[in-house]
């Protein structure tokens, strides 16, 4: 299983952004939610499964926001030329002249923007759980609230909203998820970030987009109520809707399969079906509990009661069966799984 190819772009003031590629073929960019983690969102392996099958024939393109994951800290100010200008560094440093494009949640309006003004550089625009003015998305009551949570508790903000974008998963893969969400950014990022959400507005932008658009959005959607999905429809020239079944607002949780199926038929690529195993044995669980305590190959060994050469085959046991090619990798994987 490849891994991801990071690289830095930058933006005209000099801050980095970290971006990720995976696959070969044509371009696809993904304009990403609220907050990302290139390195702790390849760790998880719905995320990991999810991207790794958009980039089957093609080349995946995805990228931290400044403040966020792996890309330089910004304190400037959120706007939506700053999405634009992220998404040209983005594009110009991997060479991505004319592409495909993907945003969903607060990507989707990105990528709006994006079409609107650069229609030369799209083939083709997928739209996920998207809005056209943040003022659709509950009432200004619950929004503020939201907001003054987030900035004076962090912890508690990021679990309340992971319980409203991953309702369709277990307890243990919210906790990750949340951990994820507080690893990506600062609390004063995240507010930034949800603020912009909420008050933005691209409704003026939707009839200039020319590129061929797909708008996916599941009916049950917690956190973007479907109507924002028929409102970019209804709006945008041509625009294709698909509802999908489902309440997470994460693509890659809950049906991910039906996401995947329906960007790539939209993008004219086959059909892909990945069953991979997540799970690990007892044994494998114990030894992968060790590597993220730092212990090498024969201190795991001795603890265990077993030879070093079993220790290795674990561990490369686990490397297989999760996908990864590190020991980072792992203990990165059960530290976020793990209470």
Request: with cysteine; proline share 3%.
């Given at each position: 299983m490849a891994a991801q190819r990071l690289g830095t772009a930058s933006l005209t003031d000099g801050t980095g952004v970290a971006y990720a590629v995976t696959g070969s073929g044509p371009f696809l960019v993904v304009a990403p939610g609220w907050l990302s983690h290139l390195e702790m969102g390849w760790a998880i392996p719905a995320e990991r499964m999810f991207h790794e099958a958009l980039s089957s024939g093609?080349?995946?393109?995805?990228y931290d926001r400044?403040?966020?994951?792996?890309?330089?800290?910004?304190?400037?100010?959120?706007?939506m030329d700053l999405e634009v200008a992220t998404i040209a560094a983005v594009a110009e440093a991997v060479g991505a002249e004319r592409f495909d494009?993907?945003?969903?949640?607060?990507?989707?309006a990105a990528a709006v923007q994006w079409a609107a003004e650069r229609p030369d550089t799209l083939s083709r625009?997928?739209?996920?759980?998207?809005?056209?003015?943040?003022?659709?998305?509950g009432d200004d009551d619950s929004r503020q609230h939201v907001l003054g949570l987030l900035a004076t508790h962090w912890g508690l903000g990021s679990d309340l909203l992971t319980d409203v974008f991953a309702p369709d998963t277990d307890a243990g893969t919210r906790r990750t998820l949340a951990r994820y969400q507080r690893a990506a950014s600062s609390a004063?990022?995240?507010?930034?970030?949800l603020r912009l959400a909420y008050e933005l507005d691209v409704s003026p932008q939707l009839a200039q987009v020319r590129?061929?658009?797909?708008?996916?959005h599941r009916r049950g959607d917690r956190a973007a109520p479907v109507a924002g999905g028929h409102a970019l429809a209804q709006a945008i020239p041509g625009a294709e809707l698909v509802e999908l079944e489902g309440r997470s607002h994460l693509p890659a949780i809950g049906d991910a399969q039906s996401v995947v199926d329906e960007v790539r038929r939209f993008l004219g690529l086959p059909r892909v079906r990945r069953a991979v195993p997540t799970g690990l044995t007892t044994r494998?669980?114990?030894?992968?509990?060790?590597v993220a305590?730092?212990?090498?190959?024969?201190?795991?060994?001795?603890?265990?009661?077993?030879?070093?050469?079993?220790?290795?085959?674990?561990?490369?046991?686990?490397?297989?069966?999760?996908?990864f090619s590190s020991r980072a990798q792992v203990a990165a994987w059960y530290v976020a799984r793990t209470p």
């Open positions: 093609r080349t995946l393109v995805r400044p403040g966020c994951g792996l890309s330089d800290a910004y304190d400037g100010p959120r706007t494009l993907l945003g969903w949640s607060l990507g989707a625009l997928v739209l996920y759980g998207g809005w056209a003015t943040g003022s659709s998305i004063e990022t995240a507010v930034a970030l590129a061929p658009t797909l708008v996916l494998q669980t114990e030894v992968a509990a060790l305590e730092g212990l090498t190959n024969r201190q795991i060994a001795d603890r265990l009661g077993i030879t070093e050469r079993s220790a290795e085959s674990h561990l490369e046991r686990i490397r297989m069966r999760l996908g």
